[in-house]
C-alpha cells in the first residue's frame, strides 16, 4: 500500500494561474492601502485556489511484478566448431539456475538458429524478436551465449537493461582459411581470367607464415597440386576449357589443430562464353535465298563473318583468267589452309566446284572437321551435278549421298521423331502453320540425326559428328521462303541460328547433355536425349556418398529430377555416359568466414549500456545487482538492474478539501478580515 498526494484542478491551469495573480494583485493592493485584514484576505484567497486545484489523497494497493532476463543461445553452425556447443549449453544451464534461484526473477531463453540462406548469425534479430514479446519495464538483462561472430550488429536495437556476452571458444583456436576474391561469373574461353586466392591463419596458429598445400580441381576431375605461400595474396590466371558452365574447386588439406575444414574450400563456378564467333561463308550461284545466311549472321554481333561469292558460271566463257575475275586477289590459301583453324564454322550455300578451291582446299577442310571444327552445307541443285561439292575429298565427311535427283514440288517441310526431341528442331515456333517449299534434293544413306524430312518423308536436314567436328546438310536452298512469308512463312531464323549454335558447340543446343542448376540447396536436374527413357542419375556427394535421383520426362527429350544437397560443396553427376559437376551453396558460408571467437563485433552494443565480455573458458562470472546507468560488468563478475517494476490493482482518492469545508474556511476568513478592519475605523 502506498499513498500520495495528487491534483486534479477543476478548471484548466491557464485559468487557475490567471486567478492566483488576481489573487495576489488584491492581496498587494491591500497591504498597499494599509487594510488589516490583508492576511486574512489572502489565506481566504488561497483556501480557494486550493480548492480550486482539486488536491486528493490517493493510495494505491501495488503487487510486484518480477524481473526479466533475456538469455540468447547460439546454435549457429560456428558454435557447432570445437566443444562450443558443450561449453555453451553447460554455460546456460547453470546461468539459469543462478537466475532463477534470485528473487522476484524470470528468465526467458531464446535459440538462435542459423539464418535462411546464408545471412549467417542474426542474434540481434532474434533479440529484437523477443523484446517485442516483453514489457520493456521490466527487463533486468541480457545475456548471450555465443561465439561473439553474429552478422546482423548494424540492426538498430534499443537496449531496456546492460547486455552481456558469455564467450565460448578457447585461447589456443586456430583455424586456416582460403578465400578467392574478384571471380567473374563469365569468362571468355580460351582467354585467361585473373583470380586473386589468400590463404590465411587466424587465431592462435601454430605457425607464422610458410607454405600450404593448394589442390585445385576442373569439372571434378582429378585435382593438381601446389605449394603456394600463408598470408599473401596469390594472383592466379585461369583459362576456361569448354563454354556453358566451368566448375573450378580450390582446396587445402585439413591442419592438424585447425577448428574446422569447412572454410579450406572455395567453389568457383563460370561460365565460358566465346568473344567472337568467326564464320566462312563461301556462296556458290545467285539465288533468291543467297542473302538469307548473310543477313543471319550479319545481324548477331558477336559473329565475325568473312564471306565471299564466286559469280562467274563455268558456261561463261569470255577468257578472263580465273584469277582475274575479282578487283582484288582472294586470300584463299590463306582461308583455307593457313588460318582455317581460326573459323568456328563454315558455310557452303549453293557451292560446287569450279575450279577455284582445289581439292586440297577441300581436303583440309576436312580434316578441320575431323579435328573439332563445323560445315554446313545448304545444298541446291548443283549438289546433284557432276561438279558437287559431295565429290570432292570433303564428301567424305557429308552425312548423306545425293541420288542425282532433284524434287520440284511444293512439300511441307516436317520435324521428325527424332527431331521433336532434337534441342535444334524441338518447339520451333508456329508449328503447324508453316508455308510449303518447292524444291528439295534427294539424298541417300544418311548418316546421324534426320531432324527434319520433306517429300515422301525424305531427309530435309541431317545432323551428323564426325570424329570431334560436325556437319549438317540442309537438302534444300528454298529456307529463304519462310522468310518471305510464302503461304505463312515459318521460322527460318530461329531454325537456322538454333543450327548455326548447334555446329558452333553451344551448351544450350547439346543433345545429349546432362545439366543441373541450382537455388539455395536445392538441385533442379536436367537430363537432355535423343532417347526414348534414361536411367537415373547417380549423385556422389561431397562427403563420398551415392544417392539415386529418378527422373521424369517433362518435355520430348527433356527428363529432369530434384534433389535436396544434405551440405554446402561440390556435387558429381553421372547419367551413363553424361557427366557433370555443380557447387550447392555459397563459395565462402558466412558462418565459416571468421571461425576465431571474438567479441569485438559486439562491443559497440554491449557499451551503449555498459554490458562487458565474459570468456565462459575461464569460468561463469558471478551475477551482482547494478543501479541503471553504472558499470554493469567487471572482473569476474556480471550485473543485472532491478527493475522494481508494479501491477497497480487498486485506487483509491480521498478528497482533501471538500466543498462544504472550503466554504467554511473561505468565509470565516473573510468575515474575520471585515471584523478587524471594521474595529479600526
Known sequence: MTSTIVFDPLIPMVLLAVVALVALAAVVLAVIRGLQGWALRGLAMLVV??????????????????????????????????????????????????????????????????????????????????????????????????????HDADLPVDLPAPMHLLMTGKETDW????????????????????????????????????????????????????????????????????????????????????????????????????????????????????????????????????????????????????????????????LFMEKIEDFDLIIFDRYKRRGILPSLYLENVANYVRQGGAVLVAAGADFTSADSIFRSPLGEVLPATPSARVIEEPYLPIVSDLGQRHPVTTDLPGRGDWGRWLRQIDVTAPQGTVVMTGQDDRPLLVLNRVDEGRVALLASDHAWLWNRGYEGGGPQLELLRRLAHWMMKEPELEEEALTATAEGQTMRIIRRTLGETVPPVTVTTPDGSTVTIPLTQSAPG????????????????????????????????????????????????????????????????????????????????????????????????????????????????????WLREGRRS
Not at 72 to 82: C, I, M, V, Y
Not at 207 to 230: C, H, W, Y
Open 49 to 150: 485556489i486550493a480548492a480550486l486545484s482539486g488536491p486528493s489523497f490517493q493510495q494505491e494497493d501495488r503487487a510486484p511484478l518480477t524481473d526479466i532476463v533475456i538469455m540468447l543461445e547460439d546454435s549457429s553452425a560456428s558454435q557447432k566448431l570445437s566443444d562450443r556447443a558443450t561449453q555453451s549449453t553447460d554455460a546456460a544451464d547453470a546461468l539459469a539456475a543462478q537466475i532463477q534461484g534470485r528473487a522476484n526473477t524470470e528468465l526467458r531463453r531464446v535459440t538462435v538458429p542459423d539464418g535462411a540462406g546464408d545471412t549467417g548469425t542474426l542474434l540481434m534479430t532474434a533479440l529484437g524478436d523477443a523484446l517485442a514479446e516483453e514489457p520493456r519495464a521490466r527487463i533486468a538483462g541480457i545475456l548471450a551465449i555465443s561465439d561473439g561472430r553474429i
Open 175 to 334: 583455424d586456416r582459411r582460403l578465400s578467392v576474391r574478384n571471380a567473374p561469373a563469365f569468362a571468355i574461353i580460351g582467354e585467361p581470367v585473373t583470380l586473386t586466392l589468400r590463404i590465411d591463419d587466424m587465431g592462435a596458429a601454430p605457425t607464422d607464415g610458410g607454405l600450404a598445400r593448394l589442390d585445385i580441381s576442373v569439372d571434378g576431375e582429378e585435382p593438381q597440386s601446389f605449394r603456394v605461400p600463408v598470408g599473401q595474396d596469390l594472383d592466379l590466371p585461369v583459362t576456361l576449357p569448354h563454354g556453358g558452365r566451368n566448375v573450378i574447386r580450390f582446396s587445402l588439406p585439413e591442419a592438424p589443430g585447425e577448428l574446422t575444414d569447412r572454410n579450406n574450400a572455395a567453389l568457383i563456378q563460370m561460365n565460358g562464353v566465346r568473344d567472337r564467333l568467326r564464320v566462312l561463308l563461301v556462296s556458290g550461284e545467285p539465288h533468291q535465298g543467297g542473302r538469307t545466311w548473310r543477313n543471319l549472321l550479319k545481324s548477331d554481333s558477336s559473329v565475325d563473318l568473312v564471306h565471299f561469292t564466286i559469280l562467274r558460271p563455268p558456261e561463261k566463257q569470255d577468257g578472263v583468267p580465273v584469277d582475274e575475275l575479282s578487283l582484288i586477289a582472294f586470300p584463299t590459301r590463306e
Open 558 to 673: 527433356v527428363f529432369e529430377g530434384i534433389f535436396e544437397g544434405p551440405e554446402i560443396g561440390l556435387y558429381r553427376l553421372e547419367n551413363a555416359d553424361q557427366v557433370t559437376v555443380i557447387g550447392l551453396g555459397p563459395a565462402a558460408p558466412k558462418e565459416f568466414v571468421e571461425t576465431i571467437a571474438s567479441g569485438d563485433t559486439m562491443a559497440p552494443i554491449l557499451a551503449a549500456m555498459r554490458g562487458g565480455v565474459a570468456r565462459i573458458e575461464d569460468g561463469l562470472p558471478r551475477i551482482r545487482e547494478v543501479r541503471s546507468g553504472r558499470p554493469a560488468a567487471g572482473r569476474g563478475w556480471i550485473g543485472l538492474t532491478p527493475r522494481n517494476a508494479y501491477e497497480t490493482r487498486d485506487v483509491r482518492q480521498t478528497p482533501i478539501l471538500p466543498g462544504w469545508l472550503v466554504l467554511l474556511l473561505s468565509a470565516a476568513l473573510i468575515v474575520a478580515a
